[in-house]
């Protein structure tokens, strides 16, 4: 309890951040202010005028020379113009310090746009308050890709389906993960064919498929790009179907369905997500207490933590958040050479910070027992009585490299009634 008043006294031993040094210069000032205010109770200014004021009375009692009326005249416009400028010093001060705070919190900014949101309301009583979670969709812009348009209102239900995109180094994964959406009857589903072969073989399977238009630069990447090159196309392409109005659930192909999985959404935020956690702690987050010995009475700091969103298995409204989140993602992608999950997952939960505006995303962790990775399959659930009787939404062989072997046996194990399929695998992979 004690550690928590040590954040800041941590914070404030490296160097002092910008905000830090900002709030320095206003202490120092404010501290000058006092000072002055105690020697000169009537103002800097104040205490010229008095002293004029002094020297008059004087002249007045004095001597009573002819020019006198007309030198008094003069002092006194005199400290009128002071006083004035007195005024005017305060105020310009006091919009200096006004900008340096809006400068510093964006307030300002902040404060226009909530306006613009609606109409303010009151809190209402404790426990009552809940802040916005569910963002407003976009309006659908069917100019951005008309024929893809046409086709999502033959595919989708509701407005929403589930994506995949898919080249022929897939294709027998793809069979598989088509072959288990036709068993539980899923309509509304589509696959993004990188190449002709892939988009042959989807209409001889009579699955639903969509070929992006040739003279797209990016799909040269879709053709010969490895895994991660994919991945970043995958953002981008999946901006045209939020564009369009639709909700996707992106989906690799890595991926058995065992249930319908839109029978299982709660459609309250940006992105739900299914996690690569393997239990309440890691899925749904929890406080990882780091420990220094050499700090004594401050030896633990509290840190959160969560395993990371799976980026090959999310569903997202067709929100601004959202098309954010895509645009800031495919934006790294294309100027670093990362993985695309953990660029996913640092845009969507690093907070704001100076020189950083964070995204506003709402994200919601979906059950990680109903949407299965395959640690916990492979680890828990196939070894448990109980666990292994329950069926997941579906599961998802993120990993293991051996995926289409495992695919198969979870088919044979869920759907088939095989008990014994899961076992020749080991927990994890054997390099
Ligand atoms: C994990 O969370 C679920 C749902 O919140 C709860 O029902 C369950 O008891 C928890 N399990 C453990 C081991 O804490």
Same mark, same amino acid.
């Given at each position: ?153 033959? *595919?989708? $239900?509701?407005?929403? #389906?589930? &994506? =995949? @995109? ?17 068993? *539980?009857? $899923?309509?509304?589903? #589509?696959? &993004? =064919? @990188? ?25 040269? &990447? ?210």
């Amino acid at each position: 309890m004690a550690v928590r008043r040590d954040g800041s006294l941590m914070r404030d031993k490296g160097q002092p951040s910008r905000g830090s040094r900002i709030a320095a210069a206003i202490a120092v000032g404010v501290l000058l202010g006092c000072v002055l205010a105690f020697l000169y109770p009537h103002g800097l200014f104040g205490a010229a005028s008095r002293a004029r004021i002094a020297s008059i009375s004087d002249l007045q009692s004095g001597s009573s020379s002819g020019e006198l009326p007309e030198r008094f005249n003069l002092m006194k416009s005199d400290i009128a113009s002071l006083s004035e400028k007195n005024v005017a010093l305060k105020n310009q001060i006091r919009v200096l310090n006004e900008r340096l705070r809006s400068a510093e919190q964006g307030k300002d900014h902040a404060h226009n746009q909530f306006s613009a949101l609606g109409d303010q309301h009151k809190a209402g009583p404790f426990g009552t308050v809940k802040g916005l979670r569910t963002n407003p969709t976009v309006m659908p812009d069917e100019s951005v890709n008309p024929r893809l348009a046409k086709l999502l209102d033959e *595919v989708a $239900i509701g407005k929403e #389906l589930i &994506v =995949a @995109l898919a080249n022929s180094n897939v294709r027998e994964m793809l069979e598989v993960w088509f072959t288990s959406i036709k068993r *539980v009857g $899923i309509p509304n589903y #589509l696959v &993004v =064919a @990188l190449d002709d072969e892939i988009e042959n073989f989807c209409k001889v399977n009579d699955v639903p498929v969509y070929k992006r238009d040739p003279d797209q630069d990016i799909d040269a &990447v879709g053709k010969s790009g490895g895994n991660h090159a994919v991945s970043g196309l995958k953002f981008r392409i999946l901006r045209e179907f939020l564009q369009l109005g639709y909700s996707v659930l992106l989906s690799d192909v890595d991926i058995v369905y065992l249930q319908n999985p839109f029978d299982y959404l709660y459609r309250d935020s940006d992105v739900e997500s299914m996690s690569d956690g393997h239990n309440n702690y890691t899925a749904y987050g929890y406080n990882d207490v780091f420990d220094e010995p050499a700090m004594g009475w401050a030896r633990y700091a509290h840190t959160m933590r969560i395993w990371v969103y799976n980026s090959g298995f999310f569903y997202m409204r067709p929100t601004i958040p959202s098309i954010e989140l895509l645009d800031r993602v495919a934006g790294r992608l294309s100027r670093e050479n990362a993985w695309d999950q953990a660029v996913f997952n640092e845009e969507l939960f690093f907070p704001s910070h100076p020189g950083y505006d964070g995204l506003h995303a709402a994200k919601r962790t979906m059950d990680f027992y109903l949407f299965m990775n395959s640690k916990v399959l492979f680890k828990m659930v196939r070894k448990n009585a109980k666990l292994s009787k329950l069926k997941p939404v579906i599961v998802h062989v993120n990993y293991h490299p051996d995926k289409l072997p495992r695919m198969k046996a979870i088919v044979e194990f869920y759907t088939n009634g095989k008990k014994d399929a899961l076992q020749p695998f080991p927990d994890g992979s054997e390099w």
